[in-house]
């Protein structure tokens, strides 16, 4: 046998080696070009995103380079995401077909919500999007070609995505059970990580050098520096209301209860209905547009205030929940929906107060009683009865909503039923937008002034609207008038109507949608909507000025001649120095504006104890039930 040269051994054992270097290396690029594309995907991704939210590249560019903003933090937490799920599924990149259509699609919801209302899209929105669809007629026949659009998008990227992961299944690279564990092993811990620090309710360290900034209390300016995503992200634990610093049983003992004497105060029981009108409000305030005749004149003549609502174009249900438990959105979390989240539990309202003094206490509204909530709700508020569609008879429709004049006569027919002395609360329906042209047979309101002609259009339709209305509320109070029992109609508007581009093309608003923070006169012209209280006997009452939704109850009551401890007593006292309560801003008696208040370190006791009554009988032990609610408590205790 030949010698074996040393070189040639040495030789052949770096021959030998190096198809097993080579294939650790060739392993090791593979996988650094896997998870850079991932990374790359997840960039787009979140660019895509964030793109189809602001609808501007230069703003979404921004948002990318400004470093105060927490841009590739997105980016890390997608690219962690798809790892993981990569993992999961076995195959590289199969993440990102499953990831971004879900990624996407509340992206375009977001966008198209910011068209109609001022808000972005939270997580609660999807609590009722059984009541969007059922809205999806009248959306569709507003923005006919967008429907179209949306119909072929939605089966275009169906079809696209089912192909996809056809083809991701069978050629996609399959990940080895080592890689599939590395993944997780690197991913796992920081999506726990990362989730952890985003309760908003507790300061991070580690969240702020991320640049992530929950600004809960203007969630316009929360999506815009942090994100679609992040931000989306920031609100789900908005279910979670924290207690107020302070709040204890002898915060409440505190709280000081007037004496005040039981029942009415100077004559006997009057009937009262209340009327929140959809989208009611002044369209003469527009500028540059004359209507004629007016549409309102029953209203104009009758008006003795205003309502600042605390929303815009839609969100019905917040302005209710201040009307009648004469609690204040303000205190809840920033694109909260009480009705949808926090009514689980009997809640004392105007409700359950008529109850306690022997009247029938109904609700009566021309629609679906599971639309926001509403029949489990009512119940919750101690209501004797709700009517809804389902329970009462068919009504003439205005476009396909029950018309006012319709449903005005039911609550007549309903009221002449009744023996006891009674409490009506009627939600109207026939002013809900948008305001499709020829929704009426004519337009008897006259448009004139320089608009576009789709705008005047649908001025023309909402004025009429108006119109019928406020011949609605004159038939009711024409029969009032008849009646020997005194009867008290209180009307208001739950919000400016979503009018779109007439209000940029009148030059009364410079966007679509109102701003929720800005100088008091702004503020003032994009909430206020008519308030009318009025009785049979006394005719209206004046000089209310602009209030809350949430003095409404204390209106009510002084109206018809009652006290209550809470109603007239604690609100009475806060009403005597507040008339405006909303998030943003403060309007005092005397006319001043307080700016940011929620922010300030201290805040007014009044509004203080305000605060610990609303949480301890929403959220808390109830320790205030038997001194501010004592109707209520009596009520529930006898299983009623």
Known sequence: ??????????????????????????????????????????????????????????????????????????????????????????????AALVVAPLAVLPAFICQQKQVFLSDPLYPTDFLFGRQIMELMPVLVKDRPWTAVGVVAGVIVAIVVGVLLLRYAWRNFPKLARRERFARVAFALPLLVAFWNIMDYNQFSWIRDRLRVVPIMWDQTENYRHNGF????????????????????????????VKPLPAGTTHRGKPDVIVLMSESFWDPTRLPNVKLTPDPMPT????????????????????????????????FLPYGSIPY??????????????????????????????????RTAVYKSFGFDMFRSEENMPPMQKRGIFTSDEAFTKEIIRQADYMEDPFFFFAVTLQGHGPYEPNRYAKNTIK????????????????????????????????????RDRETIIVLFGDHLPPLNTVYTSTGYMKDVTAERKGPKHQMKAEHETPLVV????????????????????????????????????????????????????????????????????KIPPSLRDYRFLQHDMMFGKRYSTERFFKSHAELYQTGS
């Open 534 to 601: 009025w009785s049979n006997k006394t005719g209206p009452k004046k000089n209310i000025g602009t209030i809350s939704p949430a003095f409404l109850s204390y209106q009510i009551l002084k109206q018809a001649g009652y006290e209550h401890p809470y109603y007239t007593g604690f609100l009475g006292k806060v009403h005597d120095h507040f008339r405006v309560l909303d998030r943003y801003m403060l309007i005092r008696k005397n006319g001043k504006d307080v700016a940011n208040w929620l922010r300030q370190p």
């Open 299 to 330: 209203v104009r003549e009758l008006q003795g205030g205003n309502v600042f609502s605390p929303e815009f174009g839609g969100m019905t249900a917040n302005v209710e929940f201040e009307a009648l438990t004469g609690f204040s959105n303000a």
């Open 1 to 94: 046998m030949a010698p074996i040269d040393p070189a040639t051994a040495r030789g052949s054992q770096v021959y030998v080696d190096r198809p097993g270097f080579s294939l650790r290396h060739t392993k090791t690029l593979a996988g650094t070009r896997s998870a850079l594309l991932t990374l790359f995907m997840a960039a787009a991704l979140v660019f895509a995103v964030e793109f189809i939210v602001r609808q501007s590249v230069s703003e979404t560019v921004a948002y990318f380079l400004d470093p105060m903003r927490p841009a590739w933090t997105t980016v890390a937490a997608f690219f962690l995401t798809m790892l993981a799920l990569d993992a999961l599924f076995g195959r590289e990149h199969k």
């Open 229 to 256: 995503a992040l931000a989306f992200a920031i609100n789900l634990p908005m279910a979670n209301v924290s207690a107020p610093p302070g709040y204890m049983a002898d915060a409440i003992d505190r709280i000081p």
């Open 447 to 482: 448009v004139e002034g320089n608009l576009p002609e789709a705008d005047r259009q649908v001025l023309a339709t909402y004025a009429q609207g108006i119109k019928e209305a406020d011949d609605s509320l004159k038939m009711l109070m024409d029969w009032a008038k008849k």
């Open 340 to 373: 949808q989240q926090y009514i689980r539990n009997p809640i004392p309202s105007l409700a359950t107060f008529f109850r306690g003094e022997g009247y029938v206490s109904r609700a009566i509204h021309p629609f679906q009683g599971w639309f926001w909530n």
